[in-house]
């Protein structure tokens, strides 16, 4: 039997949780996992190599490079140099100011394997092999991307003002209520490498992960929308647990209906919620069925009370959706 050909969209933690929670999956399912990512990161080390030396910002496929690694020894101690930090010189040191200093050692290897290879992709295959990852991580373009929201209330001096805030790390946190999202340049050529993932899959799985900066890029990316839209593929929403600073106010229901908004010919199949984080589910079930969908709720989220995904969890709610038809 051929594998369960998986595509999971989105960067940074939600992605990361995602994929682990298919790693879980792995004993059960015959997984072929691929991780699309997005490439608007300004922020941090990633935003300070992309103005510096230019190229995708490296942080998010990081992490998911991270959580696709292998179990052996040698890999995990890879992976743990991976999301090693740098650390400030101590003051008082006498030293300059430490250009190394809050750079992860992963960011700084793969845009050196990218300016030694050429190619953002190949970079990321060898990076893969490194770490002995169970899958493959692709970015959502070849291009790095701007991030852009008109959002009213960005000043708390003037709530009803309407202003355009630029940047994801920007709009990520921003206190006011994001009205539209645009990606800069408008129109990125995708990744081919993705797009033929997203064509030949068996599942598209959305979510969870910050909604504007994370998960919504993709279907902004018309090559990529394209895909996702003709792919024979079933199609998968994972909601968060609680709204984060660039959602606030925003319901769960108003999650699903962005999708809508932003790629109108979606139609998904399973959304998977938290059973305790959804609450009254009814509404929720009718923004799924609007897309085509069935909601499946189930205890996702981790035992110590913080909204965080728990990925064995999520993992075992997983595997018999994945496997519905296998």
């Not at 979606?266 to 919620?273: Q, R, S």
Request: glycine share 10%; aromatic share 2%; hydrophobic share 45%.
């Amino acid at each position: 039997m051929t594998p369960t050909r998986v595509v999971a969209f989105g960067g940074g933690h939600g992605l990361s949780a995602s994929l682990r929670a298919l790693r879980h999956c792995v004993p059960g399912l015959d997984l072929d996992i691929t991780a699309v990512v997005t490439v608007g990161d300004d922020g941090g080390s990633s935003g300070r190599l992309r103005a510096e030396r230019g190229g995708l910002p490296p942080g998010d496929l990081r992490q998911a490079l991270v959580a696709l690694a292998g179990d052996h020894p040698a890999t995990r101690r890879s992976a743990a140099l991976f999301q090693h930090r740098f650390a400030a010189a101590a003051e008082g040191s006498g030293r300059a100011a430490d250009p190394l200093a809050g750079h992860a050692v992963g960011n700084l290897l793969l845009h050196g394997l990218t300016e030694l290879l050429g190619d953002p992709v190949v970079a990321l295959d060898h990076a893969g092999a490194m770490l002995g990852a169970v899958g493959r991580v692709l970015p959502m373009s070849r291009q790095p991307v701007g991030i852009e929201a008109r959002v009213r209330g960005a000043d708390p001096d003037r709530p009803d003002e309407v202003r355009t805030v630029r940047g994801q790390h920007q709009v990520a946190v921003t206190s006011g209520t994001v009205e539209s999202l645009r990606l800069t340049p408008a129109t990125p050529a995708a990744c081919a490498e993705a797009v033929t993932a997203v064509r030949a899959a068996d599942w598209l799985i959305f979510g969870p992960g910050s909604w504007y900066t994370s998960v919504l890029p993709h279907l902004l990316v018309p090559g990529l929308a394209d895909a996702i839209v003709s792919s024979p593929a079933r199609r998968l929403v994972t909601l968060n647990l609680v709204a984060e600073k660039e959602t606030l106010g925003l319901s769960l229901p108003d999650h699903l209906d962005t999708l809508r908004r932003y790629l109108p010919e979606l139609k998904v199949d399973m959304v998977l919620a938290d059973s305790k984080a959804v609450g009254d589910p009814a509404a929720v079930e009718r923004a799924a069925e609007s897309l085509g969908a069935r909601l499946v709720l189930a205890p996702v989220a981790v035992t110590d009370g913080t909204p965080r995904h728990d990925p064995a969890a999520l993992g075992a709610a997983l595997v018999p959706v994945l496997g519905a038809d296998r």
